[in-house]
């Protein structure tokens, strides 16, 4: 195979192998050929992505003590601050179409901003959500239009809360009203969906057995590569090539050690790690490689359903996540689960940590996507759908002012912010569900 054809790499140049391909990031070799809206960091490839939190949280921990400048964080958002300053915090922003408040329709608004058709049955109605419009628009020129993450099966059906069939509580996207799309909790399916599965059944399965990687079949076209390339270069596709071949050994790690475990847990897939953390990082490790290698630019990740009875005995939180919410204002509960508020919170900033830690272009991935962090519930005693936990993180690069909360005086529709995010990756619309304007205090000066 001629891997290589011209001096300028294209940005589709791919390593192949045994059915693999592995896509590479944006290198110095590819900026002659690649348009200035992909190179610069000034008009970079746009990036946008969804982290959902379940149930609320406890919103006197969350809500930053000042306005306008986001300086000391409060208890739950501690772990934001190595990367404060490309982080704002957004308050009463709520979801008026989730009323009647439930989990189905926190979680089905969260994106969709729309009201949700009350039925149990399959003639489910709700909206186009705001990820599906960017893919539509962003993410036709990639690998995959979207990804949708999870970290839990989901395969309840029929009605799953107040009289709201189970697929409002399942999923965050929908390509349309009718159409939801189903999230996927496991590695090696996410990471087969991006790299290929290398080969015949027989073939990965003596590859896995050998603990081999991807990689290893790539070895000829790598090598190709390096002697294509400047020494930069080679620096950056052996340190992405480590990332890919340590998240595949990860994997295979779990894979492994899932055989030996006789006590399963029913909400985790077979083949995963077995610690919640460790499992929420391989995820967001997967993402930092499909956005680097712009394998796609809309991804949509779900830390845990609404509704969902895990337990974090490794924070000394054993009781169930869902009825933690429902703490009935006893300050013991409510501090367990600000505990679990905080540990998803710092799992996201794991995320965030790793993006800024990667280059892209002339300036690191978190400089070149928007990230919306939150849920679609504020109080969850209540199932209130207002004044609801917000995070918007990134963007440096397209102008937006981190480091600071925004404070809203009523409460103001979250569709707001995701006509503005939509606006921020080349998604023009008119008006988003109910939404009244853009938040233009993202991307202003901050006055102090």
């Known amino acids: 195979m001629n891997l290589i054809r011209k001096k300028a790499l294209s940005r589709r140049t791919v390593l192949r192998g045994l059915g693999g391909a592995v896509a590479l990031p ?13 190179s610069t960091a000034a008009a970079p490839v746009r990036r946008l992505g969804y982290v959902f ?31 404060r300053r490309q982080v704002t915090v957004i308050s009463n922003l709520e979801l008026a179409n989730a009323y009647p408040g439930s989990h189905a329709t926190s979680n089905s608004a969260f994106l969709s901003a729309a009201k949700a058709k009350h039925t149990e049955g399959t003639d489910y109605y709700l909206g186009t959500t705001a990820d599906q419009l960017a893919a539509k628009q962003i993410g036709q020129s990639t690998q995959l239009p979207s990804m949708e993450l999870s970290m839990d099966l989901m395969q309840t059906v029929g009605q799953c809360d107040n009289g709201y069939a189970c697929v409002y509580q399942n999923n965050l996207s929908w390509s349309s009203p009718t159409t ?23 073939q990965r399965r003596a590859e896995r057995n050998q603990k081999a990687s991807l990689l290893d079949w790539m070895s ?28 595949e050994r990860r994997i295979q ?69 869902h009825p933690l919410s429902h703490h009935g204002n006893d300050e013991q509960k409510i501090a367990k689960m600000a505990k679990i508020n905080a540990f998803h919170v710092s799992l996201f900033a794991y995320f965030l940590e790793k993006l800024q830690q990667t280059s892209d272009g002339n300036g690191s991935l978190l400089d070149h996507s928007l990230l919306l962090y939150g849920s679609g519930m504020g109080n969850p005693n209540v199932h209130d759908h207002s004044d609801l936990p917000i995070i918007v993180a990134g963007g440096a690069a397209g102008g937006m002012q981190g480091g600071r909360h925004i404070q809203y005086d009523r409460p103001t529709p979250l569709a707001n912010l995701h006509l503005t995010l939509l606006d921020k990756v080349g998604v023009k619309l ?17 006055s102090v």
């Open 26 to 38: 944006l290198l110095d070799a590819m900026v002659p050929a690649a348009t200035a809206s992909e």
């Open 253 to 321: 790690q779990s894979e492994a050690a899932a055989k030996d475990n006789e006590l399963p847990d029913l909400d985790r897939p077979m083949g995963v790690p077995a610690s919640y953390a460790d499992h929420a990082r391989l995820m967001f490790d997967l993402q930092v490689l499909a956005l680097q290698a712009d394998i796609t630019r809309v991804i949509t990740f779900q830390l845990a359903r609404e509704t969902s009875n895990r337990s974090y005995p490794e924070l000394g939180v054993p009781e169930s996540h």
């Open 53 to 83: 939190m379940p149930m609320g949280c406890d919103l006197s921990r969350w809500k930053p003590p000042g306005e306008t400048t986001l300086g000391e964080l409060p208890p739950i958002l501690q772990s934001l601050e190595p990367v």
């Open 430 to 446: 008119d008006k988003f569900a109910d939404s009244e304007g853009p938040v233009d205090e993202l991307f202003e000066p901050l």
């Open 180 to 202: 939801p799309l189903p999230s996927e909790a496991h590695p090696r399916i996410v990471f087969e969906s991006m790299f290929g599965a290398g080969g015949t059944a027989a």
């Open 220 to 247: 000829e076209d790598i090598a190709r590569l390096n002697r294509e390339v400047g020494p930069s270069d080679r620096v950056r596709i052996s340190q992405y090539l480590d990332s890919v071949r340590e998240v």
